[in-house]
């Protein structure tokens, strides 16, 4: 190896500094939360499992320190469009980057090693099927910094995405004990994260959970609507993002070609994506989106994951998904740049027979039905959408978020403090070891197998809420769990578990306010007697950006200039600037190098770059509007 040429790039890393780095090769002015504690302990030899929502800057977690230390980072994804965008982005830094897979052309093995062993090469991305074959081969003979494991929630077979092919990743650690190795995922509840340590051999892993909170996304639901009323409410919905790119997920490969075709009818740019066309029909689709020549694709979930896509303004759920990991992380896919984006789930009875028969003839039905269950839950909640999501993944807040259509249309509430302490003294009483449905036995007095065999009769609190029916309190039982008072223990038996907001209110110090329980009427043709649906969805700007008011119409000429650059170097529009960047410039209209230079996400060779190309036209547009 020619350690003196690695040395030299290390040493010229290293005195750059973390911050200089951040903003000379990413653009960034400061990192988001954790980012540094997570790269400060890889910088240190040490391994970390990164639990951090889709946007929130996992990828800069391990792209940062591999240019910081000596070697080259694996970077093990199963999602090749992932690889090929990270890849072109940062070689639009200026960080030599390559990627091994199926469907990438083969370098030459002896060139790629010579470049690594000088140093060039600072990220090899690798497919895990790739990665078991380099590594007899071209990862024995380099010097390796980091080993990042992205999607990593697909090694645990508890996770809402288990690859086999990820089950072979325990080696790394055998084969690489002193390298230190990042496990990164957007979705994995508590069994999951601690099925991930375990399978990738690294116990002892610093455990680094950001926030799953993505304020600038809005939420909304709605149930009941026939596919006539899907339609007419996905129009409106698409009269309030014009030209704006989105995703339609849809159940059915049948549901996303008549929905595109509707679309399409409508004048609409809609392409369809599922597994039954073929790979270059998926992949001009694929591309197509990514170059701002589609507006909208309907989907199956075979596509987005790994689409690195910032500027998807929208996601549409035609049908209810199949669990909340699925649907936070499909979410997740709008507004990756951080601007504001909507979201609007459409859900009905028939979405949960088919999905309940899915759940049922799969290999893990017990579990598949109770994520099943959690969602439709979520789908059916009258308590803030935002507080139901972060709970599940284990983080409890006490505030509304303001941004759902549950916040901005609440239901009526009331104080509900004594029927929660009711069901809580039940779950204490018995030792938290029962489940909802024991724990609604106890409070309403029935004398069933499970009360007689561990007699829950001889508790003080059975019975003691007879007064309330059966369902109303699977009810406020259901709006504890969404308030994040109680937890479910899917590796107990599905146990109750009082959280520390329960205890809150078990002991006095915290009131509970419960939503009244409005039951909705149906015909005997399905057809509901009661209850208006509501007709207003969240705007795209809902959500504040900056203190100075934007120009919208710069925005527009900012668009179509990024579009035309990048069609010159084809490249995907987002590669050269992020719609994020280009709502700060219509904003902050800099007339020179330097005030270019301070717009978050600018870094140093896209400041060279692109400057003098963006800034004549600012200048322009604001000397003939006069602003």
Same mark, same amino acid.
């Given at each position: 190896m020619n350690s003196k040429k690695n040395d030299n790039f290390v040493q010229f890393f290293l005195h750059l500094g973390m911050e200089n780095v951040l903003k000379r090769y990413f653009g960034y002015d400061s990192f988001r939360p954790y980012q540094r504690e997570i790269i400060e302990n890889t910088q240190q030899g040490r391994s970390s499992l990164v639990l951090m929502p889709t946007g929130g800057g996992k990828s800069l977690c391990y792209q940062l320190p591999a240019l910081m230390k000596d070697g080259t980072a694996i970077v093990i994804s199963p999602l090749i469009s992932l690889m090929r965008d990270q890849v072109r982005q940062l070689r639009c830094n200026v960080i030599y980057a390559v990627a091994l897979n199926s469907c990438e052309d083969e370098m030459d093995p002896m060139a790629l090693q010579r470049e690594c062993q000088d140093g060039l090469v600072k990220l090899i991305f690798l497919s895990p099927e790739r990665l078991m074959v380099e590594l007899s081969r071209l990862l024995r003979s380099i010097h390796i910094s980091l080993i990042a494991v992205d999607e990593a929630h697909c090694i645990s077979q508890w996770g809402h995405d288990f690859r086999p092919e990820y089950s072979q990743l325990g080696v790394l650690r055998q084969t690489f004990p002193n390298v230190p190795i990042i496990a990164l995922t957007a979705t994995a509840d508590k069994v999951t994260r601690f099925d991930i340590l375990n399978q990738l051999n690294i116990p002892d892993a610093e455990v680094f959970i950001g926030s799953f909170d993505r304020p600038n996304l809005s939420l909304d639901v709605r149930r009941g609507l026939d596919s006539y009323e899907k339609r007419v409410a996905i129009m409106h919905f698409l009269s309030q993002h014009p030209g704006e790119p989105g995703i339609i997920y849809c159940l059915s490969k049948k549901n996303a070609e008549s929905v595109a075709a509707f679309l399409q009818a409508h004048r609409i740019d809609a392409a369809v994506y599922h597994a039954g066309l073929s790979l270059f029909e998926r992949n001009r689709t694929q591309e197509?989106?990514?170059?701002?020549?589609?507006?909208?694709?309907?989907?199956?979930?075979?596509?987005?994951?790994?689409?690195?896509?910032?500027?998807?303004?929208?996601?549409?759920?035609?049908?209810?998904?199949?669990s909340i990991e699925n649907y936070y992380q499909e979410i997740g896919r709008a507004g990756r740049d951080g601007a504001p984006a909507d979201t609007l789930l459409f859900y009905n009875v028939a979405d949960i027979v088919q999905l309940t028969r899915f759940a049922q003839t799969s290999g893990q039905s017990e579990i598949n039905m109770e994520r099943l269950s959690r969602m439709r839950e979520y789908a059916e909640a009258s308590v803030c959408r935002r507080?139901?999501?972060?709970?599940?993944?284990? *983080?409890?807040? +006490?505030?509304?978020?303001?941004?759902?259509?549950? !916040?901005?249309? %609440?239901?009526?509430?009331?104080?509900?403090?004594?029927?929660?302490?009711?069901?809580?003294?039940?779950?204490?009483?018995?030792? *938290?070891?029962? +489940?909802?449905?024991?724990?609604?036995?106890?409070? !309403?007095?029935? %004398?069933?197998?499970?009360?007689?065999?561990?007699?829950y009769f001889k508790l003080k609190t059975f019975g003691v809420g007879r007064d309330v029916p059966v369902k109303d309190w699977k009810d406020y039982i259901l709006q504890m769990l969404q308030r994040g008072f109680v937890e479910v223990m899917y590796d107990q038996h599905n146990h109750l578990r009082v959280t520390e907001l329960g205890r809150q209110v078990l002991y006095g110090e915290r009131q509970a306010m419960l939503s009244v329980i409005i039951r909705e009427v149906f015909s005997p043709k399905g057809k509901r007697k009661q209850y208006v649906q509501k007709e207003s969805f969240p705007g795209l700007w809902n959500f504040p950006r900056n203190e100075q008011e934007e120009d919208k119409e710069l925005f527009e000429v900012l668009r179509r200039l990024r579009l035309r650059i990048a069609q010159q170097k084809g490249e995907p529009p987002f590669v050269i600037m992020s719609d994020k960047v280009l709502h700060q410039l219509a904003t902050y209209k800099p007339t020179n190098m330097q005030e270019f230079g301070n717009i978050n996400g600018i870094g140093e060779f896209k400041c060279a770059t692109y400057g003098p190309i963006f800034l004549p036209v600012i200048i322009q547009h604001k000397s003939e509007s006069g602003n």
């Amino acid at each position: 190896m020619n350690s003196k040429k690695n040395d030299n790039f290390v040493q010229f890393f290293l005195h750059l500094g973390m911050e200089n780095v951040l903003k000379r090769y990413f653009g960034y002015d400061s990192f988001r939360p954790y980012q540094r504690e997570i790269i400060e302990n890889t910088q240190q030899g040490r391994s970390s499992l990164v639990l951090m929502p889709t946007g929130g800057g996992k990828s800069l977690c391990y792209q940062l320190p591999a240019l910081m230390k000596d070697g080259t980072a694996i970077v093990i994804s199963p999602l090749i469009s992932l690889m090929r965008d990270q890849v072109r982005q940062l070689r639009c830094n200026v960080i030599y980057a390559v990627a091994l897979n199926s469907c990438e052309d083969e370098m030459d093995p002896m060139a790629l090693q010579r470049e690594c062993q000088d140093g060039l090469v600072k990220l090899i991305f690798l497919s895990p099927e790739r990665l078991m074959v380099e590594l007899s081969r071209l990862l024995r003979s380099i010097h390796i910094s980091l080993i990042a494991v992205d999607e990593a929630h697909c090694i645990s077979q508890w996770g809402h995405d288990f690859r086999p092919e990820y089950s072979q990743l325990g080696v790394l650690r055998q084969t690489f004990p002193n390298v230190p190795i990042i496990a990164l995922t957007a979705t994995a509840d508590k069994v999951t994260r601690f099925d991930i340590l375990n399978q990738l051999n690294i116990p002892d892993a610093e455990v680094f959970i950001g926030s799953f909170d993505r304020p600038n996304l809005s939420l909304d639901v709605r149930r009941g609507l026939d596919s006539y009323e899907k339609r007419v409410a996905i129009m409106h919905f698409l009269s309030q993002h014009p030209g704006e790119p989105g995703i339609i997920y849809c159940l059915s490969k049948k549901n996303a070609e008549s929905v595109a075709a509707f679309l399409q009818a409508h004048r609409i740019d809609a392409a369809v994506y599922h597994a039954g066309l073929s790979l270059f029909e998926r992949n001009r689709t694929q591309e197509d989106f990514l170059n701002d020549k589609v507006q909208v694709v309907c989907a199956t979930i075979a596509f987005g994951m790994g689409i690195n896509k910032g500027n998807v303004r929208f996601v549409i759920h035609y049908n209810l998904p199949k669990s909340i990991e699925n649907y936070y992380q499909e979410i997740g896919r709008a507004g990756r740049d951080g601007a504001p984006a909507d979201t609007l789930l459409f859900y009905n009875v028939a979405d949960i027979v088919q999905l309940t028969r899915f759940a049922q003839t799969s290999g893990q039905s017990e579990i598949n039905m109770e994520r099943l269950s959690r969602m439709r839950e979520y789908a059916e909640a009258s308590v803030c959408r935002r507080r139901i999501l972060l709970n599940y993944f284990g *983080q409890e807040t +006490s505030c509304d978020c303001h941004n759902c259509d549950v !916040c901005q249309h %609440p239901p009526q509430l009331f104080d509900g403090t004594k029927y929660v302490q009711m069901a809580l003294s039940a779950i204490v009483r018995a030792n *938290q070891m029962i +489940s909802m449905h024991t724990c609604i036995d106890i409070l !309403c007095g029935i %004398p069933s197998l499970e009360v007689g065999k561990h007699q829950y009769f001889k508790l003080k609190t059975f019975g003691v809420g007879r007064d309330v029916p059966v369902k109303d309190w699977k009810d406020y039982i259901l709006q504890m769990l969404q308030r994040g008072f109680v937890e479910v223990m899917y590796d107990q038996h599905n146990h109750l578990r009082v959280t520390e907001l329960g205890r809150q209110v078990l002991y006095g110090e915290r009131q509970a306010m419960l939503s009244v329980i409005i039951r909705e009427v149906f015909s005997p043709k399905g057809k509901r007697k009661q209850y208006v649906q509501k007709e207003s969805f969240p705007g795209l700007w809902n959500f504040p950006r900056n203190e100075q008011e934007e120009d919208k119409e710069l925005f527009e000429v900012l668009r179509r200039l990024r579009l035309r650059i990048a069609q010159q170097k084809g490249e995907p529009p987002f590669v050269i600037m992020s719609d994020k960047v280009l709502h700060q410039l219509a904003t902050y209209k800099p007339t020179n190098m330097q005030e270019f230079g301070n717009i978050n996400g600018i870094g140093e060779f896209k400041c060279a770059t692109y400057g003098p190309i963006f800034l004549p036209v600012i200048i322009q547009h604001k000397s003939e509007s006069g602003n």
